[in-house]
């Protein structure tokens, strides 16, 4: 069974970067794998996804400012973020063996713990 572990979440200001890593051990990601988030208060959101062939999806509200993109042993998946707004504070996750339609939380078995991400204004 696959264990993934986020990490590089952290404070920054609006207008910063920040890169997210998510790594799994046990086995490696499977099917679809994506990043969602969550904000206190507000339902687990899809923030973006990356089938098995290297075909990405985005949410509206991060297209053209984030990145998912995974190494070439699919161990690893990353999530760059540019451009950061306060509006992307929360708690990242992120999710393997996603099947169907990749924005639906429910759709993937596997999930990390976590990582926080707060922007400043």
């Known amino acids: 069974q696959v264990k993934l572990i986020e990490s590089g979440g952290g404070l920054v200001q609006a207008g910063d970067s920040l890169r997210l890593s998510c790594t799994a051990s046990?086995?490696?990601?499977?099917?679809?794998t994506g990043w969602f988030r969550q904000a206190p208060g507000k339902a687990r959101e899809f923030v973006a996804a990356?089938?098995?062939?290297?075909?990405?999806y985005y949410a509206d509200s991060v297209k053209g400012r984030f990145t998912i993109s995974r190494d070439n042993a699919k161990t690893t998946l990353y999530l760059q973020m540019n451009n950061l707004k306060p509006e992307d504070t929360a708690l990242y996750y992120c999710?393997?063996?996603?099947?169907?339609?990749?924005?639906?939380?429910?759709?993937?078995?596997?999930w990390g713990q976590g990582t926080q991400v707060t922007v400043s204004s």
């Open positions: 990356i089938s098995p062939i290297g075909v990405t």
């Open positions: 046990g086995r490696t990601l499977s099917l679809y």
């Open positions: 999710a393997t063996g996603g099947r169907g339609v990749v924005r639906v939380w429910g759709n993937y078995d596997t």
